[in-house]
């Protein structure tokens, strides 16, 4: 099982595309990096990931969670990530 995969994620701000149809997997062990130039959505991606950005579509899971969007983290889910 993955730690993290996002599948088709994509995050807008008004009429503005910040990510479109991201997609990636971390396997438990492996290292990663979100390469790319500046404004390409790098923080954008950390930003879901990490709970502070609520509004996008796609499908994630993390830590074997499927997120949604719009919710807060809550208990174990919040204390691990």
């Known amino acids: 099982m993955a730690l993290v995969n996002v599948e ?3 995050v807008t701000f008004g009429e503005k595309t910040a990510v479109s149809a991201a ?3 971390i ?3 492996e290292t990663f990096s979100l390469i790319g130039e ?3 959505g790098k923080s954008t991606i950390l930003r879901v990931l990490a709970g502070l950005q609520r509004q996008w579509h796609g499908n994630i899971q993390v830590l074997g969670d499927r997120l ?3 919710m807060r983290f809550t208990g ?3 204390r691990n990530v």
Do not use: D, N, T, W
């Open 27 to 29: 396997e438990p062990g």
């Open 8 to 10: 088709q994620l994509q």
């Open 76 to 78: 174990a889910l919040r």
């Open 23 to 25: 997609s990636f997997a």
């Open 38 to 40: 500046s404004g390409c």
């Open 68 to 70: 949604q969007p719009g």
